[in-house]
């Protein structure tokens, strides 16, 4: 299939050479174990974290074999994804106690540069009051109401 005109090797060839199709589709064969994943038939939540950053899984052995994968099947990316958010939420929640008292003790450092002490102070009460809402004053009617209540018609029982 490398001699195809529809071939990754092929299109990549074109775009190398400054003659590139503006669409293509390339044919590409997909491994066994790409088909699994795809046809959702391999547990991804079994892959190690840089058998997914690899878009390969080791052998039996622990090593990596054959090529790199030309396709990495979205399944792949996303639980990549799903561990990496995951584990950024989990570190956040174990340091929240530690920022809260950095924060605590920078708002009563009296050492502590006055702008830096407001903003420790300002943060802490956002969090424990919650943010003063936005205040939008309107006067008259806008366009849209004067739009609107034009467009509204009484209409006969008739």
Do not use: C
Request: glycine share 6%; proline share 3%; charged share 35%.
């Amino acid at each position: 299939m490398s001699g195809s005109s529809n071939s990754i090797t092929s299109i990549r060839g074109r775009m190398l050479n400054g003659h590139p199709k503006e669409k293509e589709r390339a044919f590409v064969r997909a491994g066994i174990q790409t088909t699994a994943i795809l046809t959702g038939k391999e547990d991804l939540s079994l892959w190690e974290d840089e058998e997914l950053r690899r878009g390969q899984k080791r052998d039996k052995n622990g090593k990596w074999q054959g090529a790199a994968p030309k396709i990495i099947p979205r399944a792949v990316h996303d639980e990549l994804v799903r561990r990496t958010l995951s584990a950024a939420e989990k570190l956040l929640r174990e340091s929240l106690d530690d920022a809260i008292k950095m924060l605590v003790e920078i708002a009563k450092d009296p050492a502590a540069d006055d702008k830096a002490r407001v903003r420790a102070i300002d943060m802490i009460m956002n969090r424990v009051m919650g943010k003063e809402p936005n205040k939008i004053e309107l006067s008259g009617q806008s366009k849209w109401e004067v739009a609107l209540l034009a467009g509204i018609v009484s209409v006969s029982d008739e």
